[in-house]
């Protein structure tokens, strides 16, 4: 073999041993326990020495008590996770200062004139800084626009250490892709997009998240593709739905049913099935305002972007007023009528309210009558009344009401006698599509 062959395998078998010892020393920190951050720690946990640090002291208590309030990860798993695999969680930046593969899981909200909101990404990143050592490496999975890992989140990172980024520590990116509240989809079956700052650091990044998932991974060539890839997938989705409640507009005021129309098309075998309806929850209603944000700065306006989400954020509305013309068409008095809204969670069978559009329906209806009642067996009362100064019920009162709106496919809700709820000649209106035809006197 001759020299220059010799010197690329002592190379290449230089990297596999520095690789090799890199995965059998992995200590990892997933920072921020929320509805991604738990389940991807909990999981690492099974192959990996794992830590999970929040800042929310209330939090950690409960999670290493064995009980998640997210219902994300089921109490069994969760301490399994503690009493089997030595998993911990703490708000003490000691315990997790010998890490060296970080993961930052933390929101990334939008303030009241819907611009990106970075403040827990750069809070996440001096925490980062607190704790880094040469040679760890930090991945961050929060949704953001391309660039935001390494010219909003890594500066803050060397700032803090006083380490430089590619010499001293290493950076990757895999966006999250849990889906709150779905038990099919689960973090170690979801394929996840990876990437690194550098190809040998993006090779590492791979395969600890292959070590966990049972259907792979796909490596992304860049930060930036990776970042992006997440943001398009939300924006899609908002824009395909945008599309549907369009639709419903049309032919709600055509007098055809739109989930008829729907069922009919999709019987083409090339026809994409959605339906109509309310976009909340913290990634598609907000993810698409990132992008559109950025885009901008680069000259370009997204219009179909724009334009599908001020559809999506006015279909709240558009319910309670669908609504109350349904009344007004029965001779149901609307002012101080009683209505019972059934749901407030973004999404069914879940306890994740953020951002839930089913709070547009009652402040619209609120223009009519204070007399609404919303009931919710998922939904926590105080979370609820703190987030958005409104009641919630857990137990169904022993009423009968003006009108209904079932806003919310919660299981508890498919069996329920709807109609016993309403007086005589009120008005049922069925947002998710899941009610008896015959009993329901409209829907989206």
Same mark, same amino acid.
């Given at each position: ?15 596999? !041993? ?23 720690? !909990? ?23 064995? $009980? #998640? ?6 109490? %069994? ?34 303030? *009241? ?23 760890? @490496?930090?991945? &961050? ?16 990172? %060397? ?7 590619? *010499? ?21 079956? @979801? ?17 600890? &998240? ?7 991974? $796909?490596?992304?060539?860049? @930060? ?21 409640? *369009? ?100 999404? %069914? ?38 987030? &958005? ?5 857990? *137990? ?15 299981? %508890?809700?498919?069996?329920? #006698? ?27």
């Amino acid at each position: 073999m001759e020299g220059t062959e010799m010197e690329a395998v002592e190379i290449m078998m230089g990297k596999t !041993r520095k690789y090799y010892n890199y995965m059998n020393t992995t200590k990892i920190c997933v920072i921020g326990l929320g509805y991604v951050g738990l389940p991807l720690a !909990r999981l690492f946990s099974t192959k990996f020495e794992t830590i999970g640090f929040d800042m929310n002291q209330a939090r950690v208590d409960a999670l290493m008590a064995g $009980h #998640d309030a997210t219902l994300e990860v089921s109490d %069994e798993l969760l301490q399994d996770a503690i009493n089997n695999h030595g998993f911990k969680c703490t708000t003490s930046l000691e315990v997790i200062k010998d890490c060296n593969f970080y993961v930052v899981a933390v929101p990334t909200p939008v303030d *009241e004139n819907n611009r990106p909101d970075l403040r827990p990404l750069w809070g996440a990143s001096e925490t980062v800084g607190k704790v880094i050592s040469k040679g760890d @490496i930090v991945v &961050y999975e929060s949704t953001v626009y391309p660039g935001v890992t390494e010219e909003e989140c890594l500066p803050v990172v %060397e700032r803090v250490s006083g380490l430089k980024f590619n *010499e001293d520590f290493y950076a990757g990116y895999s966006p999250e892709r849990i889906n709150p509240g779905d038990k099919e989809h689960t973090v170690e079956k @979801i394929k996840k997009v990876t990437s690194g700052s550098t190809p040998e650091i993006a090779d590492i990044v791979d395969s600890v &998240y292959n070590a966990v998932l049972i259907n792979g991974t $796909h490596k992304a060539p860049s @930060i930036k593709v990776a970042e992006a890839s997440k943001i398009i997938e939300n924006s899609q989705r908002d824009v395909n739905i945008a599309f549907m409640n *369009e639709l419903a507009k049309i032919f709600n005021a055509m007098g055809i049913d739109t989930r008829d129309v729907i069922e009919a098309a999709s019987s083409k075998w090339n026809f994409i099935k959605l339906n109509p309806g309310l976009v909340g929850g913290h990634c598609i209603s907000v993810d698409p305002y990132y992008l559109i944000q950025k885009a901008q700065v680069y000259g370009v306006l997204p219009r179909i972007m724009f334009s599908a989400r001020r559809l999506n954020d006015g279909m709240g509305a558009y319910v309670a007023e669908q609504t109350v013309k349904c009344m007004n068409k029965k001779g149901v008095m609307v002012k101080d009528a009683k209505i019972l809204i059934m749901g407030i969670t973004f999404k %069914e069978n879940c306890p994740d309210i953020r951002n839930t559009k089913v709070v547009d329906i009652y402040h619209t209806l609120e223009e009519y009558t204070p007399n609404i009642t919303v009931y919710d067996p998922w939904a926590n009362a105080d979370h609820v009344k703190h987030e &958005y100064g409104l009641d919630v019920v857990n *137990e169904l009162p022993n009423d009968k009401y003006d009108a209904v709106i079932l806003a919310v496919a919660h299981k %508890e809700f498919m069996d329920m #006698d709807v109609k016993s709820l309403i007086v005589d000649g009120g008005v049922i209106y069925d947002v998710k599509g899941i009610l008896p035809r015959d009993i329901v006197d409209a829907r989206l």
